[in-house]
């Protein structure tokens, strides 16, 4: 292994040697031409149907490669919709989904994907569950009721819920001894107080609290065609597209009543400072957060464009300053999280102990400057190559197309978001950033955790801490 890693490193410093060199040999042209204008997402034809059971389905025809993407997504099924005693539970069940039916086990269902070109895997996020599935084009049926097997028949296999229970024992014993992990529990306990947004981590006794008939009864509560949207997207015309899923999940009918949509969260924390002791530890966890607004608010796209010139990249204020500027850390960064229900404005950076109180001095520097100083046309247009891009770039492939419809309707926004965002982030100004800066950058409002040695206390007095 220390030969690995010594032929790693020794290949990374020729590397960067190499490209400092070639730039220095490099000069640019002075008289560049300038950006072009973004181009706005190319919004192919979105197709819509509800069968007679409530299952919404969206079919996205697109050519290019020869393959169909499904995304089968559940509202109000995933993180916050778990028991405050086992949090982290909809993440199991999102895993044990595709790890047995009442036709397959585990092993028959990978081998049946990938005999079909594809995949199949779950995953929860904290608004819903969503299925996933794709496959080359001529498979595009068996993997249809592929699909839908595995969302209609899980059988819950009880060696499989060993097997996962004990791998996310492991795993959370190794995510424990993180630093960043305790941080993260801290500040969404220090945003969200009791609001199941604030329990998305799992905790040992959750963890071992899962059972086969829990997992049943959460299934049949979660996953129900009423609360569903099927994104269809690739080489597939629409009407074989909405033949395939009526065949296959039309006649899905279930009993009892739905889980409650989550209730938002009160917004109104009262800022609180939190410091975690890591006896030893070189460098202190910050976190620093507030709530903000959800996805649906009219503030989404200026805020999301705020937080992203402030620290939402390499070039943003705070990696500038707190990385390159002062030399307090690798990266520093904040970012907007938003859900249904709500959001929060998290900001992030390990930084060495003898400076930790001067690293919160910096941070909230910025978040002054943002909300009292304007922004440059520069860096404004910078900023909306950036977000715009990065958006452009990401929704380039049919499956992550469906998975941004899917996304964006489990956060209450509409299929014509899909095409808007672009457009809409263009239209944002100066002044709307400066008025988001003081709206939810004020230092006052903000929660502060600090995981690290017990040393670093005296630093952080001039912050709320004792």
Known sequence: ?????????LALVISATLAASVHAEIALPKDLPAYAADKPLPVPEISKQTLDNGLTVWVVPREGVPRVDYVLSFKDAGLAADDAAMPGFASTLASMLSEGTKKRDSKDIAETAQGYGG???AYASNDGLTLVANAVASQA???MDLLSEIARSPSF??????LTKANALQGLKAAEAQPGFRAERAILSAVYGEHPYARTQATEAGINAVTQEKLKAAYATRLRPDKALLVISGRIDKDNAFKLAKAALGDWTV??????QTTPPSGKMKPTFVHLDRDGSVQSSVRIGRPAVSATNPDYIALRLTSTILGGG???RLMQNLREDKGY???AGVGYRAQSQGGALIASADVRNE????ALGEFFAEYKRIGSEAVSDDEMQMNKRYVAGGYLISNQLQGAVASTLANNWLVGLPPEFLGEFVPKVREVDAKQVQAMGRKYYDPKAQSIVVVGDQAVVEQLKDYGFK
Do not use: C, R
Request: avoid cysteine.
């Open 119 to 121: 995949s199949v895997g």
């Open 355 to 358: 400076v930790t109180g001067a």
């Open 255 to 260: 009993d009892g009543d739905a889980l409650a």
């Open 157 to 162: 296999p009880e060696n499989e819920i060993v």
């Open 141 to 143: 049926e068996p993997m």
């Open 314 to 316: 390499f070039s943003s």
């Open 1 to 9: 292994m220390i030969k690995i890693i010594s032929k790693t490193a």
């Open 329 to 331: 850390t690798y990266g």
